[in-house]
């Protein structure tokens, strides 16, 4: 009976030791990674004055049922199948709920995934960043800084210059060309 407490005690330790160093490596990863925005006093996205703030009721009246299962749910669309991700046209990616500009079409790359791929945003302080370990996965969420919707996720193995692969569900943004 003690031998078998001795293992238990020895397997949650370990589980527990195990977890924390999970955690701190997760930490690691965004300071390493550049994920965080180091160049602006805007704290990504978290001391904005303009944050938009609605209810559940106003945000299903304002979206699809799409953007609003994304944006508000933290859903995805299925891979190879929102409006964006074959979209070799020139111009802006806004945000769906609010319309803050989030990408450039100069920026988007082919990365295979089935989700629209961009190596950097336009600008980061528009983008808030959250560890999200849901589904078994170690990943980044990437937020609109203005009203807190879901976009997708960054991931680190994206191409020069920042190495950063931006994985954003088509639902959660609209396209604005550019004048010709």
Known sequence: MIKIAVVLFILIAGVSIWKLTDTAKSKTYVKEKSISNPDSTKS???????????????????????????????????????KYWDSHELGTYICAACSTELF???????????????FEPIDSSRIIYKDDNSFGMKRTEVMCA??????????DDGPPPTGLRYCINSGSMKFIPKEK
């Not at 001391?47 to 609605?54: E, G, L, P, T, V």
């Not at 203005?146 to 991931?155: D, E, R, S, T």
């Open 44 to 82: 990504n996205g978290e001391n904005m004055s303009d944050k938009i703030i609605k209810t559940d009721e106003e945000w299903k009246k304002e979206l699809t049922p799409e953007q609003y299962h994304i944006l508000r749910e933290k859903g995805t669309e299925r891979a190879f199948t929102g």
């Open 146 to 155: 203005i009203c807190g919707g879901h976009l997708g996720h960054v991931f």
């Open 104 to 118: 450039e079409s100069d920026t988007k790359f082919e990365s295979g995934c089935g989700w629209p791929s961009y």
